[in-house]
């Protein structure tokens, strides 16, 4: 069982950048891919960017690569998600969740725990 808080949303300008955390908790948060995903109202929730287990491997979706990094610190049981040069579109709850199952596809896990995610507005 992991259980994941996200934070670091907020209303930001754009071109600022942020970073969002996701914070695990459970003994066995290192052997989970990470994954993140955001959704819009009235639209599915997508993903944008995970990371494998033992971070050999990222995977984006093309839309968001060069802008969106991830990245995890399992010893302090913890996923990043790094956004520069934020843009209106990218506003959105981002949600992180987590699974046992990584391939080199969109998307490339299959969350089995999600986070409750965080609201991210980017405006003038």
């Known amino acids: 069982q992991v259980s994941l808080v996200e934070s670091g949303g907020g209303l930001v300008r754009p071109g600022d950048s942020l970073r969002l955390s996701c914070a695990g908790s459970?003994?066995?948060?290192?052997?989970?891919?990470l994954a993140w995903f955001r959704q819009v109202p009235g639209k599915e929730r997508a993903f944008v960017a995970g990371?494998?287990?033992?971070?050999?491997?990222?995977f984006y979706t093309d839309s968001v690569k060069g802008q969106f990094t991830i990245s995890r610190d399992d010893a302090k049981n913890t996923a990043y998600l790094q956004i520069d040069r934020l843009k209106a579109e990218d506003t959105a709850v981002y949600y992180c969740?987590?699974?046992?199952?990584?391939?080199?596809?969109?998307?490339?896990?299959?969350?089995?725990?999600w986070g409750q995610g965080t609201q991210v507005t980017v405006s003038s």
């Open positions: 990371i494998k287990w033992d971070s050999t491997a990222t």
């Open positions: 969740a987590a699974g046992n199952v990584w391939r080199n596809s969109d998307p490339p896990i299959d969350p089995m725990y």
């Open positions: 459970g003994r066995f948060f290192s052997r989970y891919a």
